[in-house]
């Protein structure tokens, strides 16, 4: 598997395609399982037209979480499968009811299991997120409340 990282000023932000976040509420990690399918996720998803990619990360972790309030860092770039997408760390404050989605339920868990869809991109970022905090490299924040944002993120 082809599985490369960037620092965040290495790739051009238009060509990042999707997001998938590294999501904690109350010190445990938020996993997704899609209605579709039977497997085990991380949230995240595609990046729609003209859409920051702050505002991909949101709206994903949103819709996939019900999170209202929370903070997101952007940990880095990877190029899988001959795309780009941008992993983030969310530390979630609040969470309300999730929304209608494709989300079938969301679960929290001390550690990433065995098995999760994608997992080994799942291990990598995790080791990412190890590797950022290890070497001490500040991590631009961004508080989010999402019923109240902005139009527009300076990213």
């Given amino acids: 598997m082809d599985f490369l990282w960037y620092e965040l000023d290495d790739i051009l932000h238009d060509k990042i395609t999707f997001v998938v976040m590294i999501a904690k509420y109350k010190n445990e990690l938020i996993i ?20 920051f990619i702050i505002e991909t990360a949101s709206r994903e972790l949103y819709e996939e979480t019900g999170s209202i309030k929370f903070e997101l860092s952007p940990l880095g770039i990877y190029a ?17 009811e999730l929304p209608e989605s494709e989300i079938a339920e969301i679960r929290l868990i001390k550690s990433l299991p065995e098995g999760l869809n994608y997992g080994e991109v799942y291990y ?14 500040g991590l631009k924040t961004y508080k989010i409340n999402y019923m109240d944002r902005p ?5």
């Avoid at 899988?80 to 309300?96: K, P, Q, R, T």
């Avoid at 970022?125 to 490299?137: A, G, S």
């Fill in 32 to 51: 997704i399982r899609n209605r579709n399918r039977e497997v085990w996720e991380l949230p995240g998803g595609r990046r729609e037209e003209g859409e």
């Fill in 80 to 96: 899988f499968h001959d795309s780009y997408g941008m992993a983030f760390y969310a530390e979630v404050e609040e969470i309300d």
């Fill in 124 to 137: 990598k970022m995790y080791e990412r997120l190890d590797l950022v905090r290890r070497t001490n490299k």
């Fill in 151 to 155: 139009a527009k993120y300076e990213f």
